[in-house]
């Protein structure tokens, strides 16, 4: 194993966190006035948020800098990276919780953008990938319900019935991030043509649903941690009859758990990578608040509490680099299969860790650390997620068991 960054990673990577310094973080009070006034101003109920004008200028500055697609692997649309590659870009865009889409590199776009250009037909592509590709449109992916546990994909219920040269939806999702979004203009969506298929994995397939689709009703925004995600949304939606051409399927009925699975590896490790972004953040914070305040008559800094937790979250960090990274390198050599374990152990470790970390931080402010005037509430409720998000730890954990226990229990068989 060789981590050590290729030429053109340590060329990106500079020009990256040249970007950062000159328009990302000089920029924070804006994005934050933009992204309130564009939640002040839409419905709650059914209404779509408006893009911010900040970040179309960064999307246009990012893409003339040649910081664009980084995530997508294929040379055509992307940069051409392994994930191993990507990991420290991907992190570094992650130091401030809202900059991906600045690059393109958003979730759930990302994932969204990988399942249209590995698994769709030439009339999808032609429609869909290169809008989102330029990043003109935004896209919801469409798994969650509210009505079963979700983290077992074989349990929902949204039927998709064929019908002629259509497909008819019926269900109820929740959770769709950024389907409040005005620019969002299809849901990737998984529902079940089989039912009664005795192989529980064969029956559920994925569709295009373009957003302005009769029948489709978004019935509230959902908080996340109590914050409305404003520009992007995470609403609750009913397909109520919705019809669709049987030519949005994608790759065949039965295989939406496979195409599930190819795209949550590469969107777990994403996540995971940009959550060490924020922890890296937050311990800069704290490490600035704990020089710089003083309580008891000395600062935080030469207090024994403070030296072990700011300690505690270098270590945590960086166990949590080092396993991110060990994890894209098996996906990048044996596949997100055989990968599957490495996968699930830091789904559960990266936000466990960061969020110890944020919490440290968060505690080094005091009550401040507690309000708006600093990024740590957003980066806590984005780190808790996390541990509910493309499955919650217990599934991780489990599996994560059950490939351990495999070859003792081979042995007693």
């Not at 080092?322 to 470790?349: C, F, P, Q, Y």
């Not at 541990?387 to 068989?413: C, I, M």
């Amino acid at each position: 194993m060789d981590f050590e960054h290729s030429p053109k990673v340590q060329d990106l990577r500079r020009r990256l966190l040249a970007f950062m310094d000159e328009h990302i973080y000089p920029n924070e009070k804006r994005h934050a006035q933009e992204a309130h006034a564009s939640f002040m101003n839409a419905e709650r109920t059914g209404g779509p948020y408006t893009g911010l004008p900040l970040m179309e200028e960064l999307k246009r500055k990012a893409r003339a800098a040649g910081l664009w697609n980084l995530f997508l692997p294929e040379d055509e649309h992307g940069a051409g990276l392994t994930n191993l590659e990507y990991a420290p870009l991907c992190e570094i865009m992650g130091r401030r919780y809202w900059s991906a889409e600045a690059f393109n590199c958003s979730a759930p776009d990302t994932g969204n953008t990988e399942v249209i250009a590995r698994y769709g037909n030439e009339a999808q592509k032609a429609r869909w990938l290169q809008p989102l590709l330029d990043g003109e449109i935004r896209s919801s992916f469409a798994m969650t319900e509210p009505a079963v546990a979700s983290s077992d994909a074989t349990n929902i219920e949204t039927r998709i019935r064929r019908d002629g040269d259509d497909y008819v939806i019926d269900g109820r999702k929740w959770y769709i991030t950024g389907a409040m979004n005005e620019r969002c203009k299809l849901f990737i969506l998984m529902g079940k043509t089989d039912p009664d298929n005795p192989d529980r994995h064969r029956q559920q397939s994925m569709i295009i649903v373009p957003r302005d689709t009769p029948g489709i009703t978004v019935v509230r925004d959902m908080a996340l941690v109590n914050h409305y995600d404003a520009p992007f949304g995470h609403p609750e939606v009913i397909f109520d009859n919705v019809r669709v051409p049987a030519s949005n399927l994608l790759l065949g009925e039965g295989r939406g758990f496979e195409i599930a699975q190819g795209r949550l590896g590469p969107g777990r490790i994403h996540h995971c990578m940009r959550m060490i972004g924020m922890a890296e953040s937050a311990l800069e914070m704290m490490c600035e608040r704990a020089v710089s305040r003083v309580a008891f008559g000395k600062p935080l800094s030469d207090q024994g509490v403070w030296r072990e937790r700011i300690a505690r979250g270098r270590m945590l960090i960086d166990q949590t680099r080092w396993m991110v990274l060990h994890a894209a390198w098996r996906m990048d050599t044996v596949g997100n299969k055989v990968a599957a374990k490495e996968i699930a152990m830091i789904k559960v470790i990266a936000p466990n860790n960061c969020i110890q970390v944020i919490d440290d931080a968060m505690q080094a402010f005091g009550a401040m650390g507690l309000s708006q005037d600093t990024l740590l509430v957003n980066f806590w409720a984005y780190a808790r997620h996390l541990r509910v998000a493309d499955g919650p730890d217990e599934v991780h954990t489990n599996a994560v068991a059950k490939q351990e226990l495999g070859p003792y229990r081979a042995k007693v068989a």
